[in-house]
């Protein structure tokens, strides 16, 4: 019982609710004992139920989904209970926060695989709650188990640093404390110290020696008014002359996770650089306990009101197309919430929340999903930039967009940097991809169904008559998954010796690329890859060219979605007498004489070639041949791949013009 009762007391220290504090007793119950979370219910009622719930780790995982993988897991159920009510997260970190403290019981490689799950996932989140108190000991915690030398090191340095920083900020805080006594107001004026993990990233990431940590000792100043603060910082500023550039009014423009202060970095006694933090005494309240503090001193507010302020998990569980997002989708756009974030602003004042290296398409996305289709560009402090351009903190963003856009370019995935933008525009593709698809599948039905002497509006009349899905149908056809001739006959349309008949026809393309018709839906060959049996093929369809034959491992093929399953036997053309045209592509050095060789090669192969085309690069004396010739299958390329070969100036052969 010592871990339960541990949870509730840090639950009742961030003045968590009376329903969390249960949750935090009864967090591992449902887990590890015979308890069921109906019994929960009957005796504690649905709230702290369904509080458990969220913490309540999968018991039952597909077998070898391994540590890794039931983490994952585990944090999805998390993630998606904490969007119904923060509450579950403030649980869970007082769980984890008591894991931690005693982490050294665990054996050394779980130790480790727990402090670096903490330090990605629980102490961001503990940042983006607000919750500092905890965020602090999580972080520094995780930093000694993971790396204890790093640790020793910083802490050594620290510790000699404040030998000499302690007289300085005793005079400092002696010094605020007599002035705001002389003009009557009330203050708690004490020192504050950086926490170690905190020294070690900004001397890692920013490239600064232990000297150059300005922040490393401070003063903290808490008042009962917002007024008297901003007097406080006034009166701060006449004593000793504040470092340009390191003023941040968080009380005018307070952080997504409710937080609010004014930092000032002065010159201070004897010359050495101090911070000061002024805030009210609820300001201070926020910062240590974050979004807990909202529902234990603000009377009317609630977990649930709460949750609508804290726009970071609406941001996450913003389901596209009404489908469920998968665990590693939600893994990726929670930590995605978890960067370091900047806040900019729309052309009206609005403070926008984004992860430390978002882009203008990122802003205009987060704005509203069509302005994001729709962008051209943006003015970001007036100044036109385009949409790749990287915001940076205070930004003033204004989108450009025009309705001559049709909607986002593929591109824009290698630009955006939020999951929640490349959500958007992967769901605008998605159904696209479905529109083309029946667009598709409609010219190519017309065509298809003249042999049959239907039109395509008899068909899809005949469809809706017998009540079928017409969408599911089309694309069925046209996927290769349902037979055309099938359909005709299960409708009706045709007799069943009509459909043989029209099954063995094939038809060919304006620009006779060998198009084959399977299952009464045409194909052609693709020339990128030029494919012969007995190759693995799949077909892609593409937008304005219906079904392009394709070899399985050609490098154009790169959307899943679009493939559709094919063999030789169905294409009706693959015992063609000719053969297929396949285009050769050569690379040589030149000589007198190398194209009359290469002609004798196809010769003596018995291959008439159909078209040749010669590029010289004279300044490397190399020759690049692209021969079109009919081939009956792979062999008949390999025949043709060994002779050439053999030539001591060919450099290369490759079937295709890849």
């Known amino acids: ?162 030998r000499g920083q302690r007289e300085v900020i005793e005079e400092a805080r002696t010094k605020v404390e007599d002035m705001l006594r002389a003009r009557g107001m009330e203050a708690k004026v004490e020192g504050r110290m950086k926490h170690l993990y905190s020294v070690y990233t900004k001397m890692l990431t920013q490239n600064k020696t232990i000297d150059e940590i300005f922040d490393l000792m401070g003063l903290r100043i808490i008042l009962n008014t917002e007024e008297e603060c901003y007097v406080t910082l006034g009166l701060v500023h006449a004593v000793w002359p504040p470092i340009p550039g390191r003023l941040k009014d968080y009380i005018a423009l307070p952080k997504p996770n409710f937080y609010q202060s004014l930092h000032t970095t002065v010159i201070g006694p004897k010359g050495l650089p101090l911070e000061v933090q002024i805030r009210t005494w609820y300001m201070h309240q926020v910062a240590e306990y974050g979004v807990a503090a909202h529902w234990a001193y603000k009377e009317g507010v609630t977990p649930k009101s709460t949750l609508e302020r804290i726009n970071w998990l609406e941001q996450v569980f913003a389901f596209e197309d009404e489908k469920v997002k998968s665990t590693d989708e939600i893994t990726e756009a929670v930590m995605d919430t978890l960067k370091e974030e900047i806040l900019v602003f729309t052309p009206k004042g609005d403070v926008v929340s984004l992860p430390k290296g978002a882009t203008v398409l990122d802003f205009a996305y987060r704005i509203h999903t069509e302005i994001g289709h729709h962008a051209v560009g943006a003015r970001v402090n007036g100044a036109w930039v385009p949409l790749d351009k990287q915001l940076e903190m205070g930004d003033r963003v204004e989108i450009i967009t025009s309705k001559n856009r049709s909607g986002p370019s593929i591109e824009w995935l290698k630009i955006v940097k939020t999951a929640h933008a490349a959500d958007k525009i992967n769901s605008w593709f998605r159904k696209r991809d479905r529109q083309e698809i029946i667009e598709d599948s409609r010219k190519l039905l017309e065509e298809s169904l003249k042999r049959y002497d239907l039109t395509y509006q008899e068909f899809i009349d005949t469809l809706k008559s017998k009540n079928m899905n017409v969408e599911s149908t089309l694309i069925n056809i046209l996927k290769n998954q349902s037979s055309l001739d099938l359909v005709l006959r299960n409708l009706g349309l045709i007799a069943p010796e009509l459909a043989k008949d029209e099954e063995s026809k094939t038809v060919a393309t304006k620009e006779q690329t060998s198009v084959s018709s399977v299952t009464g839906i045409p194909y052609r060959l693709a020339k990128c890859c030029s494919p012969l049996p007995p190759e693995d093929i799949v077909g892609v369809v593409e937008s304005g060219h219906g079904i392009v034959v394709h070899a399985a491992d050609c490098k154009n093929v790169s959307d899943a979605s679009k493939t559709i399953s094919l063999s030789w036997d169905q294409l009706h053309g693959a015992k063609n007498k000719d053969g297929y045209p396949v285009d050769i592509k050569i690379t040589a050095r030149d000589r007198l004489g190398l194209l009359a060789d290469i002609g004798s090669v196809f010769a003596v192969a018995g291959l008439n070639i159909d078209k040749i085309t010669v590029q010289r690069r004279q300044r490397i004396e190399q020759i690049k041949i692209l021969v079109e010739v009919k081939l009956k299958n792979k062999d008949d390329f390999q025949v043709i791949l060994n002779k050439l070969s053999e030539m001591p100036e060919i450099i290369e052969v490759v079937k295709g013009k890849q």
């Open 1 to 162: 019982m010592v871990h339960p009762l541990r949870v509730a007391l840090i639950l009742a220290e961030l003045y968590a609710d009376q329903e969390s504090i249960i949750a935090g007793i009864l967090h591992d119950v449902v887990e590890d004992t015979p308890v069921t979370l109906r019994d929960v219910e009957e005796n504690f009622g649905t709230e702290v139920a369904l509080l458990v719930d969220g913490l309540t780790k999968l018991r039952k995982l597909p077998k070898g989904t391994g540590w890794e993988g039931a983490q994952k897991e585990n944090l999805r159920k998390l993630f998606l209970s904490a969007a119904q009510d923060p509450r579950v997260v403030i649980v869970k970190l007082a769980d984890r926060l008591h894991n931690m403290r005693t982490i050294q019981y665990l054996p050394a490689d779980k130790q480790k695989r727990v402090a670096k799950e903490t330090l990605d996932i629980y102490a961001p989140l503990a940042h983006r709650l607000g919750v500092y108190r905890i965020r602090w000991e999580l972080e520094d915690l995780a930093f000694k188990t993971l790396y204890p030398e790093q640790y020793e090191y910083i802490s050594t340095l620290v510790n000699q640093k404040l």
